[in-house]
């Protein structure tokens, strides 16, 4: 699942373009982040490097949420 920006906390910065070795990330007219989907390989870059947290990866969202339920003993994205 390619990753997805939150356009209400995307300021348009172009660092997750500029990380992005896919090329996949462009910034649009509107003045935020957009993804090709096709084009987006999971690396998670973008993630890395957004001061916004405005840009998730899916997979890794759900890591971080599987981590968080286990320690309570529930598993959310299994
Ligand atoms: S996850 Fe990797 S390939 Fe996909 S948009 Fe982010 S930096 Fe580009
Ligand atoms: S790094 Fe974050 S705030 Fe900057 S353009 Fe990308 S998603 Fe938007």
Redesign the pocket.
């Given at each position: 699942m390619a990753a997805k920006?939150n356009v209400e906390e995307?300021?348009?910065?172009?660092?997750?373009?500029d990380e992005c070795p896919a090329e996949a990330i462009t910034?649009s007219e509107d003045g935020?982040?957009v993804v090709d989907e096709d084009e987006c390989t999971e690396c998670g870059a973008?993630t890395d490097?957004?001061?916004?947290v405005?840009?998730t990866l899916w997979i890794r969202f759900c890591r971080l949420i599987s981590r968080t339920a286990f320690k309570s003993g529930f598993s959310a994205c299994s």
């Open positions: 920006v995307c300021t348009g910065c172009g660092l997750c373009a910034i935020y982040a973008c490097v957004c001061p916004n405005a840009i």
